[in-house]
């Protein structure tokens, strides 16, 4: 999982890992007023997941209205 720093919520597919289908996440973003994400400040290889852009694929454009992570509050 991925947010930028516009509020882009990248969690729905990691490139190269099976997936048999994108289930709900982008229709939970779509057309709500608030979306709060919570998660790890890093990934399992120790890089940020706040990103300036997101890397992966993207479930929704600007949907993130606060972050919660182990490290701080967006």
């Given at each position: 999982?991925?947010?930028s720093q ?10 190269g ?8 996440a ?17 990934n ?5 997941k706040?990103l300036e ?16 992570t182990?490290?701080?509050v967006?």
């Amino acid at each position: 999982m991925e947010v930028s720093q516009e509020g882009d919520l990248a969690n729905w597919v990691v490139p190269g890992k099976t997936f048999k289908a994108m289930g709900g996440a982008m229709e939970l973003v779509h057309g709500v007023e608030n979306v709060v994400v919570a998660m790890t400040h890093l990934n399992e290889f120790g890089q940020p997941k706040v990103l300036e852009n997101c890397s992966l694929p993207l479930t929704g454009q600007r949907v993130v209205n606060t972050l919660i992570t182990d490290l701080a509050v967006f």
